[in-house]
């Protein structure tokens, strides 16, 4: 269990050590089945309905502080608000197709799970949750992967990366917002940190 008294930093750096686990558990993933995204895709990060909680944010919201860039992009969200895309989405970019990530690195856990991760059914039986494209791809990768697990191949499960958050702090991964929703209100709780907290704490 992580300590609910952790700074700010060491909750960034918890957020981070879950994501480096589950890239690791995805590559691996991948290795074992084949599967990817297709080349310039990015029509999930179009989907109108992402949601996602405070606390997978807070490692770019701390980011966006230490860059002197925060208010700047708090403004842009609250200025957006009535946008469903994802802010940091960007269209038409020259040789990526249908978009990218323009902060990929510090992207939220829904957006890190998507594609190569499952669900479990009823019984407990891992079911992969994956987007329409790479269901239907010619290659037959999606197949491939779903009787890999069938087989009992590894792969990632949703919820055990969202109780490994909880268990960091609670409060702050209880709760699902639309995606930019869950972007500004991860920037105003670092503001309120810096501005409020003591130094030494």
Same mark, same amino acid.
């Given at each position: 269990?992580?300590?609910?008294?952790?700074?700010?930093?060491?909750?960034?750096?918890?957020?981070?050590?879950?994501?480096?686990?589950?890239?690791?558990?995805?590559?691996?993933?991948?290795?074992?089945?084949?599967?990817?995204?297709?080349?310039?895709?990015?029509?999930?990060?179009?989907?109108?309905?992402?949601?996602?909680?405070?606390?997978?944010?807070?490692? +770019? *919201?701390?980011?966006?502080?230490?860059? @002197?860039? %925060? #208010?700047?992009?708090?403004?842009?969200?609250?200025?957006?608000? $009535?946008?469903?895309?994802?802010?940091?989405?960007?269209?038409?970019?020259?040789?990526?197709?249908?978009?990218?990530?323009?902060?990929?690195?510090?992207?939220?856990?829904?957006?890190?799970?998507?594609?190569?991760?499952?669900?479990?059914?009823?019984?407990?039986?891992?079911? +992969? *949750?994956?987007?329409?494209?790479?269901? @239907?791809? %010619? #290659?037959?990768?999606?197949?491939?992967?779903?009787?890999?697990? $069938?087989?009992?191949?590894?792969?990632?499960?949703?919820?055990?990366?969202?109780?490994?958050?909880?268990?960091?702090?609670?409060?702050?991964?209880?709760?699902?917002?639309?995606?930019?929703?869950?972007?500004?209100?991860?920037?105003?709780?670092?503001?309120?940190?810096?501005?409020?907290?003591?130094?030494?704490?």
């Amino acid at each position: 269990m992580v300590s609910s008294n952790m700074t700010l930093a060491e909750k960034v750096k918890a957020v981070e050590s879950v994501f480096e686990d589950l890239d690791r558990d995805i590559a691996t993933f991948q290795g074992n089945t084949g599967i990817g995204c297709i080349r310039g895709c990015g029509a999930c990060c179009t989907k109108p309905d992402i949601e996602a909680t405070i606390l997978e944010f807070l490692p +770019l *919201a701390y980011q966006l502080h230490l860059q @002197g860039r %925060e #208010n700047e992009i708090f403004d842009r969200l609250a200025s957006e608000q $009535d946008s469903t895309i994802c802010l940091f989405f960007a269209t038409k970019i020259p040789g990526h197709g249908a978009g990218m990530c323009t902060i990929y690195e510090h992207r939220g856990l829904i957006c890190r799970l998507f594609g190569f991760s499952a669900t479990t059914d009823k019984y407990g039986k891992p079911v +992969l *949750a994956t987007c329409k494209y790479i269901k @239907g791809h %010619e #290659n037959g990768m999606y197949q491939h992967a779903v009787d890999a697990i $069938d087989k009992g191949a590894f792969v990632p499960v949703m919820n055990n990366y969202y109780m490994r958050l909880l268990a960091i702090d609670m409060s702050l991964g209880n709760q699902f917002y639309p995606i930019n929703k869950a972007i500004q209100l991860a920037i105003e709780k670092v503001g309120m940190y810096f501005a409020y907290e003591s130094p030494a704490s």
